[in-house]
């Protein structure tokens, strides 16, 4: 069975500083792994993915993520946080034998402070 | 694209009505999925389509849940009757998954109030 655990429900930085969003996950073949993020009465956005290749991983709003496949994680970064990064991150896993559906972590809300 | 298309994005009833959800996925996806959203349980899975066929309805919370997908361009979710616990929000999402690694694109919810 396909897991994935997010073991902040909050994560609080300062405007410009880094951020880190944590993510492990646990699957029986090789990984793929998403990252999405949500805003306020909004839906998921898709933010990037690792399927294959480099561990670093980059996508949308200057966001990376890097894959170690050793401590089985996939954490979320971005170098300088901004105000409007805040929102609810979801890391989420499939593994490759087959097409199922994406499993959810249950999501970190990050707060970037001015 | 407009991407996903969910209806209505409001619904207020009252306990014991019936309440249909409409999901209108991204032209040439093939799969569909219908999730909801609470502060206790996070997001949860409820069902999903393969070409219009349910593959997978463990999610469903109990029977007066149903969701039908009478073609490739529309969904239904249906709760009859309500009750006060299922106000969330319930996401459509759609993926074209001939290769696995498709991400999913998710609608923008409707947001369920069952009072």
């Known amino acids: 069975a396909q897991s994935v655990a997010q073991p902040e429900d909050q994560v609080n930085v300062a405007e410009g500083n880094p951020l880190t969003v944590k993510c492990t996950y646990s699957?029986?073949?090789?990984?793929?792994l998403f990252w999405y993020v949500q805003y306020p009465n909004r839906g998921l956005q898709f933010l990037l993915k690792?399927?294959?290749?480099?561990?670093l991983v980059k996508g949308s709003y200057g966001f990376e993520a890097e894959f170690n496949k050793s401590q089985t994680s996939f954490h979320l970064k971005k170098p300088s946080a901004l105000v409007s990064d805040s929102a609810l991150y979801f890391c989420?896993?499939?593994?490759?034998?087959?097409?199922?559906?994406?499993?959810f972590g249950k999501g970190t809300r990050l707060s970037v402070i001015a | 694209d407009a991407g996903v298309i969910q209806s209505p994005r409001h619904e207020v009833t009252e306990m014991g009505q019936e309440v249909t959800l409409r999901c209108k996925p991204i032209?040439?996806?093939?799969?569909l999925f219908w999730y909801r959203q609470t502060m206790m349980r996070g997001l949860e899975l409820l069902i999903y389509?393969?070409?219009?066929?349910?593959?997978?309805d463990s999610g469903m919370p109990e029977d007066r849940f149903s969701a039908k997908m009478p073609n490739a361009s529309f969904s239904t979710l249906k709760i009859q009757p309500s009750e006060p616990r299922d106000s969330a929000v319930y996401f459509c999402?759609?993926?074209?998954?001939?290769?696995?690694?498709?991400?999913?694109?998710f609608g923008p919810g409707t947001r369920l109030t069952v009072l």
């Open positions: 389509f393969n070409n219009n066929v349910p593959i997978d």
């Open positions: 989420a896993v499939r593994d490759n034998s087959g097409n199922t559906p994406l499993v």
């Open positions: 699957v029986s073949g090789n990984p793929y």
């Open positions: 999402a759609s993926s074209f998954l001939s290769s696995s690694y498709n991400e999913q694109f």
């Open positions: 032209s040439g996806h093939d799969y």
């Open positions: 690792y399927i294959t290749g480099d561990n």
